[in-house]
């Protein structure tokens, strides 16, 4: 099974494009409220499928692994505001293809949804790719948080290390490995 590819993290087994499939908003479709709401519910069901789906494949897998709690100590977190985004593409062009056009990171770095924004922990490795488009980025709709951010709802951070990943330990594979 391939993790990385031209574009790290978006492996095919894990893409959410069918859960995020909200039609683009027009004025005559629907108020924009409604609209904004079906695309944050979108995100929202995508993150537990997302999680499920990687869970099952890393059992089977034989990735090099950390143990939950040493993710804090190997990757940092990245908060994405996906209704904050801009379609200028200068996200994805910095960091050559970390971010997409809407300045989404890779789904394989999605964890956890709370409050209209997508948690992402992003491997040391990634960190320079991840910052140059955040700098690129003319809106604040990426980054970095601190992970005590994930202590200010216990019940969120309790399921981002035990039931999100469903997993005790997180496994990763660095960009080229196979």
């Given at each position: 099974?391939?993790?990385?590819?031209?574009?790290?993290?978006?492996?095919?087994?894990?893409?959410?494009?069918?859960?995020?499939?909200?039609?683009?908003?027009?004025?005559?479709?629907?108020?924009?409220?409604a609209?904004?709401?079906?695309?944050?519910?979108?995100?929202?069901?995508?993150?537990p499928?997302?999680?499920?789906?990687?869970?099952?494949?890393?059992?089977?897998?034989?990735?090099?692994?950390?143990?939950?709690?040493?993710?804090?100590s190997?990757?940092?977190?990245?908060?994405?505001?996906?209704?904050?985004?801009?379609?200028?593409?200068?996200?994805?062009?910095?960091?050559?293809?970390?971010?997409?056009?809407?300045?989404?990171?890779?789904?394989?770095?999605?964890?956890?949804?709370?409050?209209?924004?997508?948690?992402?922990?992003?491997?040391?490795?990634?960190?320079?790719?991840?910052?140059?488009?955040?700098?690129?980025?003319?809106?604040?709709?990426?980054?970095?948080a601190?992970?005590?951010?994930?202590?200010?709802?216990?019940?969120?951070?309790?399921?981002?290390?035990?039931?999100?990943?469903?997993?005790?330990?997180?496994?990763?594979?660095?960009?080229?490995?196979?």
């Amino acid at each position: 099974m391939t993790w990385c590819s031209y574009k790290p993290f978006r492996s095919p087994e894990l893409d959410p494009s069918a859960i995020l499939n909200v039609p683009e908003w027009s004025c005559d479709s629907e108020p924009i409220t409604a609209w904004s709401n079906r695309k944050l519910d979108a995100y929202q069901r995508a993150i537990p499928w997302i999680n499920e789906m990687r869970s099952e494949h890393l059992k089977t897998s034989n990735l090099k692994s950390f143990e939950a709690g040493d993710v804090v100590s190997n990757c940092r977190l990245l908060i994405y505001e996906c209704q904050e985004t801009v379609e200028d593409g200068a996200s994805e062009a910095a960091s050559l293809g970390f971010y997409d056009l809407l300045d989404a990171p890779p789904w394989d770095t999605w964890v956890l949804y709370r409050n209209g924004a997508v948690f992402c922990c992003v491997p040391d490795f990634a960190v320079p790719r991840a910052q140059d488009g955040i700098d690129a980025n003319p809106v604040d709709c990426i980054h970095w948080a601190d992970w005590s951010r994930l202590d200010e709802d216990k019940s969120s951070a309790n399921r981002f290390f035990n039931q999100g990943l469903k997993l005790e330990k997180f496994k990763l594979r660095r960009i080229g490995d196979r």
